[in-house]
């Protein structure tokens, strides 16, 4: 049945663009231009200030019109570009106003000069000519090959100059080089046409052409640093903003290279934008960074896009630090937070949040019960005292950590899972935990953290790992090129890599152990020059003869106020919790990957400082608040909200927990190839004993220091699996399984459906859910154990006993 709903204006008109109140002012941005230099161009931004005070974007809305069109010309989208020395003004008109903007135009005749990597290489850049995609690849595209990115700028030129006998570029007929008549589209290209005949990039690759392709002296200006301007915009449904992005060169000079940069939005679904700099918003109220990429420097622009209509009030009362911080941020969105959730649906999630484990029925049944007030609280601490706890969050370390007998072999990677598991046990502040396996050195078969340099052996794969895993940053793509998305460069990768460079596991008598013998130094992957050990902040450190700079980098990363450790903790918790983390995926922090709440984010980093990085301790404030005991029921104000933790979101659980849930729900204990029986999938130290039912929903190899490397998302053959396997179908018919003792111990109907619903769901069954068992069982009277196991095999398909939520 279709329902009509007739919407308020003020929301019809933010969800279809219309604006509901007026433009009362233009606002240029700059008020006036000044162009210096040959072609100088700048992008002017124009704003209305609405009669409530909104700032909305007109620049691509707006009407240009200058007074003498000789001086400078200017684009449908705001661009001046210079013409020749002279003044002029600048008529904008937008919904019904006008302003205008004295434009001044200098030393546009001057010569212009060119320097590759200055000129040529950001063009190579924002056409995507270096991307790995096309010419960037490993192998180049047809014969012609150019660094990832422009990271090495002599070989580009090289390749577009020298190779290739020359044939590129024909400074005697600049028009008729293949490069320009490729890349035009006048010449078969496979990449398309990327710089049209007169474009402003046209001209200019023919212009140094027929200068006859200079490198320069290196000593043009070099960029220093990037911004985005505005910088944070708040926008309605729909709306659009026009960016501008601004290079700082090294001679103070600041140059609008909005038409070179690379753009990318971190969440298309709440803000997207194009090629040039035009961000749109959509209909999902959130918060996005778009990312303006230009040379080797970055830089961001916040757009915060709240839910129109009027404003939801906070109707929760704080449980403690944490619910401030996040509705804080709900109500910049304008975004309701979900109810409480119920005692069932609590204890299911807290159980399979903490222990990985379901609530039996009689745990079910005992806390529903229960009527003291602070039943919550306790039932987190004892959860937190549970062995369950230490097999859970131990497999989390040991997959990232490497914990590999594929490459360690049976005793060393035992011996390196059991001091991960004695670790998180004993609840070892985390910093020190950090500390013992950066610096690990010792027998193999003895010191359970040096296994690390033996499942990790390269200098820089060692780097990289002990970055991703402990501060959240990836490093990886700096060993061949400047991070694409961040500050990273192979300066910082070598320095890194150089903390790493004289550890080895070398034989001693029969033994192996994990040395650290020789210089801290490394390689630069490019210029070959040696490169000393030096911190991701910058700094080399001192190593004094026969010490042990690791030490040095273990103090900094696990240091109070470094910026990324305690953030990465507490990231990682948080998502083991949430599903989700604050920054997203919980290993890629970076700038351009900014957290959806960095107050949240920086309050639990402080609490875990505080607090000398006791883990327990920051589970239990997070299952305590009321933002983690919501409900997961949406309200009609954050159905489209997953990053806000407005509400609990339906999410798979691990495939160990999956696996435990079918044994613990059918009775029959899963039987792993080399360990005892009775041993639970989250008990498994060995990442590789042969498992169907753990391959197929997810469970990683620890080939990686990656998160990326647990599936998660369903899967058809995991569908298939629950819906048609006969391993299951043996398991739920198992004599002496849970459905032949149920068949035998109950007799009453309503009884049964209690006890199953409780052991599968943790909660009594509904009305209509009863009805439906009780009435299923009398109908299969005759053969009740066969009427049982059917209501378990379709219960356990069911949405709400495969995920937690």
């Not at 420097?297 to 403690?320: C, D, M, Q, S, Y």
């Not at 004993?426 to 078969?445: S, V």
């Not at 210089?519 to 004094?544: C, D, S």
Request: net charge neutral; charged share 25%; aromatic share 8%.
């Amino acid at each position: 049945m279709v329902r009509l709903v007739f919407a308020p204006v003020c929301l019809l008109a933010a969800v279809t663009g219309a604006r509901a109140e007026p433009v009362s002012e233009l606002i240029p941005n700059p008020p006036a231009v000044k162009l210096d230099g040959p072609e100088a161009r700048y992008t002017l931004l124009i704003s209305g200030k609405t009669s409530t005070g909104r700032i909305v974007d007109l620049t691509r809305a707006a009407k240009y019109k200058l007074s003498d069109s000789t001086v400078a010309s200017v684009s449908p989208t705001g661009e001046v570009l210079a013409k020749k020395d002279g003044t002029a003004t600048l008529t904008v008109e937008a919904e019904g106003q006008s302003v205008r903007v004295p434009v001044t135009a200098v030393n546009t005749a001057k010569t212009r000069g060119f320097d590759f990597e200055t000129d040529i290489s950001p063009l190579l850049g924002r056409f995507t000519c270096n991307m790995s995609g096309c010419h960037g690849k490993a192998e180049g595209q047809n014969g012609f090959k150019l660094s990832v990115f422009g990271f090495d700028p002599g070989a580009d030129f090289n390749a577009m100059v020298k190779e290739g006998r020359g044939r590129r570029v024909f400074p005697a007929s600049p028009r008729n080089s293949l490069l320009l008549t490729k890349a035009s589209g006048q010449a078969p290209h496979g990449g398309g046409t990327k710089m049209p005949v007169g474009s402003e990039a046209y001209r200019t690759l023919e212009s140094w052409i027929a200068a006859g392709t200079p490198f320069g002296d290196g000593t043009a200006p070099r960029v220093t640093g990037l911004r985005v301007e505005p910088s944070e915009r708040t926008l309605t449904f729909r709306d659009p903003q026009q960016l501008r992005v601004i290079a700082t060169y090294s001679d103070g000079r600041d140059v609008d290279v909005t038409r070179l940069a690379r753009f990318q939005s971190n969440r298309e679904v709440v803000a997207s934008v194009d090629a040039d700099g035009y961000v749109k918003s959509d209909t999902v109220p959130g918060e996005a960074a778009v990312m303006a990429a230009f040379m080797n420097e970055v830089a961001i622009f916040r757009v915060l896009v709240p839910r129109p209509g009027a404003n939801v009030a906070v109707k929760r009362t704080a449980a403690n630090f944490i619910d401030p911080l996040v509705d804080t941020k709900l109500a910049k969105l304008n975004v309701e937070a979900s109810g409480p959730a119920d005692d069932s649906e609590f204890l299911r999630r807290v159980y399979l949040d903490v222990i990985g484990t379901l609530p039996t029925a009689d745990e079910a049944r005992s806390f529903l019960a229960s009527k003291d007030s602070d039943k919550r609280a306790k039932l987190v601490d004892a959860l937190l005292a549970r062995p369950e706890y230490a097999d859970l969050w131990t497999q989390k370390w040991a997959d990232v950590l490497r914990v590999d007998r594929g490459v360690l072999g049976h005793k060393r990677a035992y011996t390196y899972f059991k001091w991960v598991r004695k670790s998180v046990a004993d609840n070892k502040p985390f910093d020190q935990f950090a500390r013992e396996l950066i610096a690990a050195e010792g027998p193999l078969d003895e010191v359970g953290p040096a296994n690390f340099y033996k499942a990790v052996t390269k200098p820089g794969e060692v780097a990289s790992a002990i970055s991703q895993v402990f501060l959240g940053v990836r490093i990886t793509c700096a060993e061949c090129h400047h991070h694409p998305f961040d500050r990273w460069s192979q300066d910082d990768y070598a320095g890194m890599a150089a903390f790493f460079s004289p550890v080895s596991v070398k034989k001693i008598g029969t033994a192996e152990a994990t040395v650290a013998a020789g210089t801290f130094t490394a390689t630069h992957p490019r210029t070959k020059a040696t490169v000393p050990a030096t911190l991701l902040n910058g700094k080399a450190v001192e190593v004094l003869p026969g010490g042990d700079a690791r030490e040095k980098l273990a103090e900094w990363v696990t240091a109070p106020d470094n910026p990324y450790f305690a953030r990465n903790l507490a990231n990682r918790v948080w998502a083991s919790m949430f599903g989700s983390g604050i920054v997203e995926p919980v290993d890629d922090v970076r700038s351009t990957n900014p957290p959806t709440n960095p107050e949240l984010l920086d309050a639990l980093a402080k609490f875990l400082v505080d607090n000398k990085y006791d883990v327990k301790k920051l589970i239990r404030a997070i299952a305590l608040s009321w933002t983690y005991q919501t409900t997961a029921h949406p309200t009609e104000s954050n159905a489209k909200d997953d990053r806000n933790f407005s509400r609990a979101l339906f999410r798979p659980v691990p495939a160990e927990v999956f696996c435990d849930m079918l044994s613990q729900t059918s009775g029959v204990p899963e039987k792993f190839d080399g360990v005892s029986a009775g041993v639970r999938a989250i008990q498994l130290w060995d990442s590789r004993a042969p498992s169907y039912i753990l391959r197929i929903f997810g469970r990683p190899v620890r080939m990686s220091a990656c998160e990326c490397e647990r599936v998660t998302e369903p899967t058809l053959t995991g569908v298939l699996h629950t819906l048609n396997s006969e391993e299951l179908s043996n398991k739920l018919r198992h004599d002496a399984g849970t459905a032949a003792k149920w068949a035998k111990d109950f007799s009453d109907d309503k009884k049964l459906a209690e006890e199953l619903t409780l052991t599968f769901y943790g909660r009594p069954p509904t009305a209509k859910e009863l009805e439906t068992m009780t009435a299923h069982l009398r109908k299969h009277s005759s053969d009740r154990r066969r009427a049982v196991e059917d209501l378990m095999w379709a219960v356990l398909n069911t949405r709400e006993f495969q995920q937690n939520h």
